[in-house]
């Protein structure tokens, strides 16, 4: 029987406005090649400069992961030739990253947590693209010397869905960080998956592969299944030795197979050396002191909710898992008179409930503040909850007042008991024969009683109050 041991390598895009080490704007969509200076296109004599914002947001991500900030870090050169990288090497940082040391606690299915090492998170640029257009091939150097952290966990993984685990929660904790886009579609948040297996109870590691670049959790835990089934397979059949070795694999989502891509290099390979045109990268305690301020993390948000609003772990860890929700739930929740159940069912069914196509929660039609006040509309029982959906579709469709939609389509609920007294009394007074069957024993008829004064009032009647009313009416 075999285990699996699996190690992440994250590399998140740091949305600064200016580049790594030049004053080239980061916002992507622009016509190709116009973000760009001497500098990012590699033109002989141009220097690096050192952008401070990206080491603001590294003290930040290391903060949130309980790591160890190097004071001094350095920055070094890996050799290599592709065409998106016109200066032949990327500036990245191999022996002292800024850094070191860190540790995400994960959420299994079962409820459990996990620790989960973190090595590493260094600064380095990033590449260019090479467009591929029938046999043409061009090369568009907008994004080269974009800024990226590459978080590298420990080998401390064991199947996929730790793995969707731990990106989900790295994930979160960059967008609550504000740091980065984190947009896996888009490349902001690329992973590449290192896989080993080993026999239970060994404990070395065993040979690696690579799997590069998958963009959805869905396709990088069918990576992970197909490439565990290949070296299972291989080891089974002790062809291991001459199958598996240290490279690095392609997923194809079309084949469902990963395949080699290329040999692994070793860090000799590169020719790293020390960046001979940047200085050591320097965090001050002055910057140690203003970003490590970090704002509260999704963890203690879920924490905290579960004590201030008396909620399940569950449910604060659904209003928690992204920093939209969290500040969806939280500006509900600063309206006066919101209960923190209501809000979550308002938030999390009836609202997200509406939501198709390209409309979630970053841009509802119907925004927090909006939706806190139909519900304190919904607590302080000026409509009941049936009302309170035909609201809520009107406000899907038109951005109104929600005191004047409840008006316009008159569903403002009668909790008035003058104006409920003589309802029951007019029902009552109408229906004798009813009346006299309840009185013998009839208990049934009841309903009928609240159903007709319900009716008469057009559903606006406040039911607690009807039944109250009706009961001391007929005895
Ligand atoms: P490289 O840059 O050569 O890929 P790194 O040290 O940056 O090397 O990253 C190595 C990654 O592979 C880390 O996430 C580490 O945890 C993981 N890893 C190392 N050895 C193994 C192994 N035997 N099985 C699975 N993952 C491994
Ligand atoms: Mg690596
Ligand atoms: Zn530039």
Redesign the pocket.
Known sequence: MFEV?????VHVQLNTKTKLFCSCPTSFNHKQNTNTCPTCLALPGALPVLNKEVVHKSIMLGTAIDATINKISIFDRKSYFYPDSPSAYQITQLYTPIVEHGKLEIDLEDGSEKTIRI?RAHIEADAGKNIHEGDVSKVDLNRAGTPLLEI????DLSNGDEVVAYLKKLHSIIRYLDIGDANMQEGSFRVDV???IRPIGDTK??T?V?IKNINSFKFIQKAIELEVTRQTEAWEDGIYESEICQETRLFDQTKQETRSMRGKEEAADYRYFPEPDLLKCVVTDDMLEKYSKIPELPNAKRSRFVSEYDMSEYNAGVVSSSVEMAHFFETMMSEDGVSAKTALTWLTVELQGRFSGEINITNSPVNANKLGFLVKRIDDKTISGKAAKEVLDYLMQKDEDVDGVIDTLGLKQVSDTGAIEVMCDDIIAANPDKVEQYRGGKDKLFGFFVGQVMKASKGSANPQAVNETLKAKLG
Do not use: K, Q, T
């Open positions: 041991v699996i190690g992440l390598e090595n590298v966990s420990e080998p290192n896989v080993s590691l065993y690696r690579e």
